[in-house]
Every structure is written in C-alpha cells, then in structure tokens.
C-alpha cells in the first residue's frame, strides 16, 4: 500500500479511537453521560476523519486498513451493548448490531484460512459506511437525550428501524460477497 508507515496521523487517530472506547465505558459506568457522549462523539469523529485523511494524503496503509475496522467495531459494539443494559434501545437491535459485526468478522476469519486474500479483495461498501455513520449518530442522539432528559422516543424509534435496516442490509451484502469470493475460490463459479 502507498505510505506503507505506521506512524501516519490516520493511524493516529484510529489508536486514539481504540483508547477512547475504554475510557467511554468507564464514563458510561460511572454515570457520566456528559463525559460518555463527548467522548463517543470525538471517537466518531476520529473515524471520519482518519479516512478522508489516508485518501487525500495518500496514507493508507495495511495496519491502518486492518485497524480501522476494528476500532469502528469495538466502540460501537461496546456503545450499543452499554445502551442495551440501561435499557435506551432494545436489546433486539443491539443483538442485531452485534451479531452482524460477528458474522462478518468471523467470515472474514473462514475466508482467510480458506486461503482468500481478504484485505485485497473486500472493501468497505457504500452501505456499510452508511450503517457505520447512522450507528455512530444514534448512539449520540441517546446519549445527548438522556444527558439532558429530553425524550423523543418517537425519533429514536425510527432512528432505531432505520439503523437496523442498513445493518440487515450492509450485513446480507457482506455475506453475499463472502459467499461470492468463497465459490470463486473452490471453482464453484
């Protein structure tokens, strides 16, 4: 990959993503829905922007690309499973949410022993990136309701519906894919 340096500022960033989502459960427990949100809010933005840096100045790299989707993963499972517990969105949609990231790392895995060059060959899809943005943005709008009780539980409720439809949808797409590579590589084309 071009730039192939570790220490590059998308890197950077997506490091400090994976440290914040600790430090966002240990607000979140503690009952410090203000420091919780703002410390997602910043790990959200940790995402978006250390993509659209690795594009524009050409610092994309193979650990950077093998990080990025696991710092989304861990803050966001851990975000909708914190919400679950306390009862902010139902425990259906986190299943969903968590489920899909599963499926999806674990055919990854089967792709991979099965000899599938997986980095090379998946890239992250345009409805993918949707359900990432929509995921990030309804954990915010949770946390900023109930940091300053306010109540929208008509809003949520589609955020939820609409959320978990791109999860579903990212989610078959992915394992058509998956299914997809898999034939190709075994001659079942």
């Known amino acids: 990959m071009p730039g192939d340096t570790i220490w590059t500022i998308p890197n950077i960033l997506t490091i400090l993503r994976i440290f914040l989502t600790p430090l966002f459960v240990m607000a979140y427990i503690s009952e ?3 420091l919780a949100w703002i410390l997602f809010a910043i790990a959200g933005l940790t995402d ?3 993509g659209f840096l690795a594009r524009i100045w050409n610092q994309r790299t193979q650990l950077g690309a093998m990080l990025d989707p696991l710092a989304d993963k861990a803050l966001l499972v851990t975000s909708f499973i914190c919400l679950a517990i306390k009862g ?8 969903l949410v968590v489920s899909r990231d599963v499926i999806i790392i ?5 792709l991979s022993f099965w000899g599938v060059d997986v980095r090379s ?8 990136k949707m359900t990432t943005a929509a995921q990030i943005f309804l954990v915010i709008f949770v946390m900023i309701q109930r940091s300053f009780d306010l109540d929208f539980p008509g809003t949520t409720g589609a955020f939820v ?4 439809a791109a999860t579903v949808v990212s989610g078959v797409a992915y394992v ?5 590579l ?3 590589e075994s001659g079942e084309v």
């Open 121 to 128: 060959r998946i890239k992250p899809i345009w409805i993918s």
């Open 32 to 34: 410090n829905f203000n």
């Open 106 to 110: 674990g055919g990854l895995a089967v």
């Open 182 to 184: 898999f034939s190709e």
């Open 176 to 180: 058509r894919r998956g299914f997809e």
């Open 161 to 164: 519906w609409i959320t978990g």
């Open 88 to 95: 902010w969105i139902p425990s259906g949609f986190t299943v």
């Open 48 to 50: 978006a922007l250390d």
